[in-house]
């Protein structure tokens, strides 16, 4: 029978309409500005430098090795070496990045930064709403600083994942240095 | 469509000897899935010549992965069928792997599989859904198929962090291992997308409008696809027995019992057809996937991400991606960067007999029959 066809659709039709108003299953978006989902664990949108402790300066994780500079693939990120060394976490002295640059505009969020980064310093960041209305933005040192505290709240596995092994290499550092002091006092 | 006798003559020698309209279609043209543009011959309603203009999108793909890294490259090839990324990246590291030898833990071999089959699912199911909106009906398939697309890409991004650029392979292996309960989520997506296929072939299968529109247009003979290079579902509705997946048995595919479909005459309902067969092999495969996978490494501890320096040589990876045979050509000269980054678009060169399909059908059937060839315009203009 011509037709047949179209009013089997059309019976397909009607039961996902009316599905739509009592099975939460069929209704897979939000609206979006009213509500808002959460990101997944996983997500990455833009790259943030972490930092130790309170202050974004000193505790900056970030040593200027300039390996995502280079592996960066559309080179979005630019790095001025300071000339002065800072301690880092293991008492080790290391240099720090006088100015660390990240044009956002050229960013494409490939998150091939944090995974080179040897230090976990460079991480994926989750911020979404970053419209404006000016043509250029460079995110720079201070702006791109985010606490350890903040990365934990957004990556909870891959944070407790790092914490562990920093303060795993902390210890060693210690015991190397007890076993060190150990004969001299002895 | 009514056969005049002017109309067979210029379907015969080609062109007609009348007055002809020459008509711009696109580049901006929502059926153009994208920003590609044909110059259309015009005899009344009815295709005489069309020649299509490409390049809108043209943003020096192989140039820049023969600038970068290896490892950089692996982003860019998100961005070329950017719907697929899982294949793309999958030919891609492919391709190195041979160049440079490095071997693929089971685990890895399972995660591609699984990844370039949900790939395959959500690819195939939007592009019937796009054809359905290019013959006129306004949404209701394709939103159906969206839905089911929202499912897979909420997966990959709790697999890799994003939905569509997925970054997620890596050369000998993948860049993280799946988080927990993500292959139960994935066996429960794939649970509701059969029962969501046997949906859209209630709604679509017998619907006369779609037979009418479909049926004999755009017939693209199994000689003429064989000698023009298409692959893909294209070619397998003309009725050739070729998939990459049964000829190359490239990664862990040979373990895996499918069916290749084929189709009969070759025309757009064939290639839409063929395309809802291929879902149901994909569903088995991935049934089976998802059952074998078993723990292990996810990478080859071997393989280096960063300063790989491929011996000198070349090397042709290639895969049965979405939309056929998608393969990588590298040289390496034994510098950190590929001395020749060649693509082989399937896109491409299944467009390139978009003219012979389409001479003596009428306008309107032009829309479907591209519809039909599946391309995405970021792989045809790389």
């Known amino acids: 029978m011509l037709g047949r066809g179209i009013i089997r659709g059309l019976i397909e039709t009607g039961r996902n309409f009316c599905g739509s108003y009592h099975d939460k299953e069929r209704l897979t978006t939000v609206q979006y500005p009213e509500e808002k989902l959460a990101p997944q664990e996983n997500a990455r949108t833009i790259p943030f430098l972490v930092y130790d402790g309170n202050d974004p300066v000193a505790g900056l994780r970030c040593t200027a090795c300039t390996i995502c500079e280079q592996e960066c693939p559309p080179q979005c990120i630019s790095i001025v070496k300071d000339t002065v060394k800072k301690p880092d976490y293991l008492g080790k002295m290391q240099l720090h990045p006088k100015v660390f640059d990240i044009d956002i505009t050229v960013c494409m969020s490939c998150g091939i930064c944090a995974e080179v980064c040897p230090f976990d310093s460079i991480k994926m960041d989750q911020v979404f709403e970053l419209a404006q209305g000016k043509r250029s933005m460079i995110l720079h040192k201070n702006n791109l600083a985010k606490s350890n505290t903040y990365f934990g709240e957004i990556h909870p596995t891959e944070a407790a994942a790092v914490n562990e092994a920093r303060a795993e290499e902390v210890r060693k550092a210690e015991a190397k240095k007890a076993a060190q002091a150990a004969p001299v006092s002895a | ?174 860049r993280c291992d799946l988080p927990d309960g993500w292959l139960k989520q994935a066996a429960g997506v794939l649970a509701a997308f059969s029962p969501f296929l046997d949906q859209f072939e209630a709604l679509l299968d017998e619907n006369e409008i779609l037979h009418a529109r479909s049926e004999g247009v755009g017939v693209l003979p199994r000689e003429l696809a064989i000698n023009a290079g298409v692959t893909g579902p294209g070619l397998r509705a003309s009725g050739v027995n070729y998939d990459v997946r049964k000829v190359d048995h490239y990664g862990i595919y040979d373990r895996f019992p499918f069916r290749v479909p084929l189709g009969e005459h070759g025309d757009v309902l064939d290639r839409y057809m063929v395309r809802i067969l291929e879902m149901r092999e994909s569903i088995k495969i991935l049934d089976q996937a998802l059952r074998e996978i078993a723990p292990g490494p996810i990478i080859d501890p071997k393989a280096k991400l960063r300063n790989l320096r491929p011996k000198a040589g070349e090397a042709y990876g290639r895969i049965e991606g979405p939309k056929g045979e998608l393969g990588f050509y590298l040289i390496s000269d034994g510098g950190p960067t590929p001395y020749r980054f060649r693509v082989r678009p399937p896109s491409l060169i299944n467009l390139t007999v978009l003219e012979d399909m389409c001479i003596g059908h009428s306008i309107s059937d032009v829309v479907i029959i591209l519809g039909s060839v599946d391309i995405v315009l970021g792989e045809v203009d790389r």
Not at chain 2, 12 to 19: D, L, Y
Not at chain 2, 42 to 51: A, M
Not at chain 2, 108 to 117: M, P
Not at chain 2, 162 to 174: H, V
Request: charged share 20%.
């Open chain 2, 1 to 174: 469509m009514i056969a005049t006798p002017e109309i067979q003559t210029a379907r015969t020698r080609g062109i007609a000897n009348h007055e002809l309209l020459e008509v711009s279609m696109g580049p901006h043209h929502p059926s153009t899935h994208g920003v590609f543009r044909m110059n259309v011959l015009l005899d009344g309603e009815v295709i005489v010549k069309l020649t299509p203009v490409f390049g809108y999108l043209h943003r020096n793909h192989e140039k820049i992965a023969e600038k970068n890294s290896y490892l950089s490259a692996i982003p860019y090839t998100d961005r070329l069928d950017y719907i697929c990324s899982m294949t793309n990246n999958w030919a891609y590291v492919l391709s190195v792997e041979k160049l440079a030898g490095i071997a693929v833990p089971e685990r890895a071999e399972y995660i591609r599989v699984i990844t370039a089959e949900l790939t395959r699912l959500f690819n195939h199911a939007c592009l019937a859904g796009f054809l359905l909106q290019d013959m006129g009906a306004l949404g209701t398939p394709l939103m159906y198929a969206f839905r089911e697309r929202e499912k897979i890409l909420d997966l990959f991004e709790s697999l890799t962090g994003s939905r569509m650029m997925c970054n997620y392979l890596r050369f000998g292996g993948c």
